[in-house]
């Protein structure tokens, strides 16, 4: 069973600039969450794909956008870079993204804006 | 809204001593919790979980967590702890339809 992958695994932008994280799923399943992680803080939900169509969003501008394929794995794209930007991207898996369901994370994308 | 609060931003004990990280939970609707933890440099990885039934649920590696409705807390236990225990330790509420809502972290220190 192959377990949920990020890629890269770090990253340095200028403000400004635009950035594509990538996820690819644990291996049937068809749900991708991405959360933001900042430094010293607990992970905050960014958005949920499920089968392709996003299934919930948090607290995010619209520069925070994302996308899932048929394969079910996942971006994350981020427009106009900011310096607060800056934090650890997670992406995690799961069967179906109900509440009950554990998820599993990937080792993350840790991305610095200068 | 739900929202999860941890008590203690830095836990630090000496190895082989107990030890209890606390969570405490808002959620008024289903109550599904998790501690997650992340060792340095790492992703997160799922410790246990509270779903239903039993309210003291266990970890292969020796922790333990006691869902406790009336104080709405999900509370990790572990009676001796080990060097490697040392990672940040995340309480969360899967309680809405998709999300799962964290606390800020507890960093344990486990010292000899």
């Known amino acids: 069973e192959t377990g949920v992958t990020q890629s890269p695994t770090h990253l340095i932008k200028t403000r400004g600039q635009q950035v594509t994280l990538r996820c690819s799923s644990q291996s049937g399943h068809n749900t991708v969450s991405w959360y933001q992680q900042a430094l010293g803080q607990g992970p905050q939900f960014i958005f949920q794909?499920?089968?392709?169509?996003?299934?919930g969003r948090g607290n995010f501008p619209p520069r925070f956008s994302g996308l899932q394929f048929p394969n079910y794995s996942s971006e994350l794209n981020v427009n106009a870079l900011e310096l607060d930007d800056s934090a650890l991207y997670l992406c995690?898996?799961?069967?179906?993204?109900?509440?009950?369901?554990?998820?599993?994370f990937g080792p993350g994308t840790r991305l610095l804006v200068l | 809204a739900q929202s999860v609060t941890q008590l203690d931003s830095q836990v630090p004990v000496f190895e082989e001593a107990p030890v209890e990280l606390r969570c405490n939970y808002s959620s008024s609707v289903s109550v599904y919790l998790f501690w997650y933890v992340q060792y340095p440099n790492q992703g997160l990885q799922l410790l246990l979980k509270y779903l239903s039934g039993s309210t003291l649920v266990e970890s292969i590696n020796g922790f333990e967590a006691e869902f406790n409705k009336s104080q709405t807390s999900f509370h990790l236990r572990k009676p001796s702890v080990h060097i490697s225990d040392t990672a940040e330790y995340f309480c969360a509420d899967g309680g809405s339809n998709y999300k799962l809502t964290f606390g800020k972290g507890t960093l344990l220190t486990v010292n000899p």
């Open positions: 794909y499920y089968r392709e169509e996003e299934n």
């Open positions: 995690a898996s799961s069967l179906t993204g109900r509440g009950r369901e554990t998820q599993y």
